[in-house]
Nanobody
Framework: VQLQASGGGLVQAGGSLRLPCAASGRTFPISGMGWFRQAPGKEHEFVAA????????TYANSVKGRFTISRDKGKNTSSLQMDKLEHGDTAIYYCASKTGYNAPIISTLWQPGGYDYWGQGTQVTVSS
């Protein structure tokens, strides 16, 4: 499975960005996809995740109400719509996928170890 995240860039505080992530290769079966971010000198931080079949969604408290995760099952893509961006959102954003036939337990999607494949990351910089 190859994951390709894109859409990063420089944006002013209060602005918006949309990060699409496309899965290709032997993608089936996808059971969940998630987004993490890593700021300089910090560990990977969970941002949002979605269970593939039913579309159940979970967010980090820091992005609730500002970020929206979605998925297109037919295109094997996930997107992260980021609104009301803050300087603290500056980081490299990574998408990740989990394979399997069963829906993953939601809490397993909060941890990097809950995923099988990772994209290369896209830089998001929010100027204050």
């Amino acid at each position: 499975v190859q994951l390709q995240a894109s859409g990063g860039g420089l944006v002013q505080a209060g602005g918006s960005l949309r990060l699409p992530c496309a899965a290709s290769g032997r993608t089936f079966p996808i059971s969940g996809m998630g987004w993490f971010r890593q700021a300089p000198g910090k560990e990977h931080e969970f941002v949002a995740a979605i269970r593939w079949i039913r579309g159940d969604i979970t967010y980090a408290n820091s992005v609730k109400g500002r970020f929206t995760i979605s998925r297109d099952k037919g295109k094997n893509t996930s997107s992260l719509q980021m609104d009301k961006l803050e300087h603290g959102d500056t980081a490299i954003y990574y998408c990740a996928s989990k394979t399997g036939y069963n829906a993953p337990i939601i809490s397993t999607l909060w941890q990097p170890g809950g995923y099988d494949y990772w994209g290369q990351g896209t830089q998001v910089t929010v100027s204050s």
